[in-house]
């Protein structure tokens, strides 16, 4: 999800113990199946994300999804992400996905398309890493290897969220999220999003419906890979966030959860 690897250095806490493959946030779901109208829905964060990317849309759809949010901190590859993510997940769900979500849900659809009722792709993409971009990966896991780091920068903050976001709510968040999620999981996942597949190839073998979004501003996986993704999946809508960057969800939470809640209709 991000390139500026060296602004990163976070505190080794809140290292996630589920070995079930969901993250505590979802732990008073416990009683969802008393409401067997509600849709078993599996939310995937994206990298150093956390369930607090996704607390206003849970919420927002409260009567309309039974939720559950993925812990994706655990593992180093992909594939081994979508296989905890199946191993604990509903029998049948719908599924949404932000950034390096997205190329878990990706392959989820890939290991099991039969189980998954629904799609919601969000700022994320199909592509792999260019060599440039894993060039800079790479050099970020070999500095942090070598010394501490201490935040997300403004810089960073100014690549991956629409420019009147970088203080305030928005950014406290991410950097929350951040801390949470902690370093090890932090290598582990940017790992998994090194070595991870190209996923275009697969997109015309997806059959539910698919609603994929991003925001104007993204420019971490840009509009063109969202424009890229709708054209190919059969019968995708696309949906475009007006000001905004790489993390609707926290950026524009109410039209976030407005359209997941449009796509639940469909």
Known sequence: MFDDLDAFGW???GEPTDEAGFTAYDSGLTGSDERTDLLPTVFLPGL????????????ALADHVAPFVAD????????????????????????????????????IMRQAPGRVTRLALIDTSARPD???????????LASLARG???????????????????TGPVADTLRA????????????????ILNR???????????????????DGDRVTPPADAEEMAASIPNARLHIFRDCGHMPAVE???ETAALLLSWLAE
Not at 182 to 187: E, I, T
Request: hydrophobic share 45%.
């Open 11 to 13: 505190p080794e806490i």
């Open 48 to 59: 150093l994300c956390d369930g607090a990317l996704w607390r206003h849309q849970i919420d």
């Open 72 to 107: 994706l901190t655990l593992d180093d590859s992909i594939a081994a992400m979508a296989r905890r993510v199946l191993a604990s997940a509903p029998p049948r769900f719908a599924l949404v996905a932000l950034s390096m979500g997205g190329y878990v849900a990706l392959e």
């Open 130 to 140: 260019t060599a440039a971009r894993a060039a800079t990966r790479r050099q970020g």
């Open 148 to 166: 501490r780091f201490v935040g997300i920068t403004r810089a960073l903050l100014e690549t991956l969220v629409h420019p009147d976001r970088t």
């Open 177 to 192: 999220m951040a801390a949470r999620v902690g370093k090890r999981a932090y290598v582990r996942q940017q790992t998994a």
């Open 197 to 215: 597949i190209d996923s275009r190839p697969h997109l015309r073998a997806i059959r539910v419906p698919t609603l994929v979004a991003v925001g």
């Open 252 to 254: 524009l939470p109410e």
